[in-house]
DNA sequence: TTAGGGTTAG
């Protein structure tokens, strides 16, 4: 059974168990479930104790800890901080320079980083001053829009005006190039800080520098590096050990996260809903629900209570295994107790109905986002495009396209990508690269995978040489091409029959630096089969092996197909035999060739319980 | 008042 199957299957059987299971009540009155609850139950029953109660404890604590200033409301778009800023400008005496950084940090926090350059502008030209704060927050916005160059600059206003910066402002830049991937000029600027003695990295320096890490894939040098604060001044805080913990369920080592959640506890360094939520999340995307629930469990008993954004890791799991039923209903009930859901929950649950093909449903989820004002974004624009695609409803999908930059919105890679990739699917290559050009055109770079989608539809619609042509220009823009890349090639060369370029292609993996994976062993070896070089193919099943990489039931399906197809029918019936030793079955197609093969040739029928359909 | 951690799509 494969693991989704597998977790569904828990999943029912601890529907049952819970619906027989009572609850129970654990510290400070939070209801509490037998382990064996499931996360659905935990979840109704969690919700509906905060509807039992007369105070509403979520909402409160969040509008306090949201609200900016006393003397300024709080600023949820952006056309209220515009008309706030010019009432402001209009006041006589201007106000300090506090508030009108108060107005860029709000805008910032929207996201909005060029609108808060061009209030910047506006202070300068209506006589404000900027303060060390104000500068901070400008190089934060340069950094958000990639433009490193002007961050820099404003190291020199800060000299202008008789500023010194501080560690807040060397940490702010670190972060920009560290998110552009600048890891060089990143760590220049922190051996600099150390080398200058007037301004020491600090635990906030030491935590953005554990994310770089983190999100360069490097969970060990961020272990690393926590350790080496614990030897320094500058302990590891709850932060930096959340963002390892983030990384590593990420990465789904989940044990490793748990256990450094535990250590994290002993130093007396108390968790908060953000790294319970990243638990959830590890332990969701592996379908361990048990452990869903013991970590929702363990949080609140600790008086730590999911957020937003921890429902909507479990409303997008429930959407995940399908279960859009019981994601509708925790989204009601999460409005019911004022836990407002964001873009980011309607989103998921839009694509949970796109998955399950509701699209009408979907639809009816975007609508309700729109008519909630600013709440649809590119992000969610692309997964009801995705969802129309997915549906083959290519002109649906391109007329949310256009209706995009009306409403102020940036097609990105990902809405490009999107579209191409259903034009692929449904032959219209032709279309695909216009898209592809026209992308470019608006100024979104096809990255990896957008290339990956383009190379493959090229492949698939017997176009190899513009597939090949493509593919140069990848290596010509010195792309980290990875064996997706490659499989999608090695592929598109046996489809056309030129069995010796894949096999050189194949071969020549490890001088490129890349491992074959099952799927390359796969591609190749039905390459080789179509080819009639069963032999050869068999000898790839024992190097697939002998180098850890497991054949699947794919394999042995597309071998025995190939074995049938070359009449080699006695070998056929050795591999069905090892195949369903090995708890894999043959596909609707192998099954037909060898249900065509016993009819035609008489072959033993003791070999029929061999063949057992899925 | 400014800097580092958690959610959605190809």
Known sequence: MNPVGAMLKIIRSTTAAAASSSSCWSWRGMPCLHSNSTLVVFLNNYLAFFHSQPSKPIKSRSTQLKQPVRDLPNITNLGDAFNMFDRMLQMRPLPSVAPFNQILIQVAKLKHYSAVISLYNQMGMSGIEPDGYTLNILINCYCHLNQMGFSLSVLGNFFKLGLKPKVSTFNTLINGFLLKNRV???????????????????????????????????????????????????KPDLVAYSTIIDSLCKDTLVDDALNLFSEMMCKGIAPNVITYTSLIHGVCKLGEWKEATRLLNDMVSRNIFPDVRTFTVLLDTLCKEGMVGEAQTVVEMMIERDIEPDTVTYSSLMDGYCLQGRIDEAKKVFELMLSKGSMVDAFSYNILINGFCKHKMMDEAMMLLGEMSGKG????????????????????????????????????????QTYAILLDGLCKNRQLSTAMQLFREMEGKRFDLNIVIYNILIDGLCLAGKIESARDLFCGLSSRGLQPNARTYNIMIKGL???????????????????????????YNIIIRGFI???????AMGLIQQMVERGFSADASTTELIVNLLCKDKVDPALLPLIKRE
């Open 184 to 234: 060089a000029e990143a760590a220049g600027i922190f051996n600099k800080m150390i080398a200058g003695g007037n301004c020491q990295p600090n635990v906030v320096t030491y935590g953005t520098l554990v994310k770089g890490f983190c999100m360069k894939g490097n969970n060990s040098a961020a272990i690393q590096l926590l350790r080496k604060m614990e030897e320094g001044a500058c």
């Open 409 to 448: 919105l940036v097609p990105d890679t990902v809405t490009y990508s999107t579209l191409v990739d259903s034009c692929c699917k449904m032959g219209k290559i032709g279309d695909a690269q216009k898209l592809f050009s026209k992308m470019q055109a608006c100024g979104q770079l096809p990255d990896v």
């Open 565 to 571: 197809n070359n009449n080699e029918t006695v070998r």
């Open 529 to 555: 089969c179509i080819g009639g070089l069963t032999s050869e193919a068999v000898k790839l099943l024992t190097e697939m092996e002998e180098k850890g990489c497991s054949p699947d039931g794919y394999t």
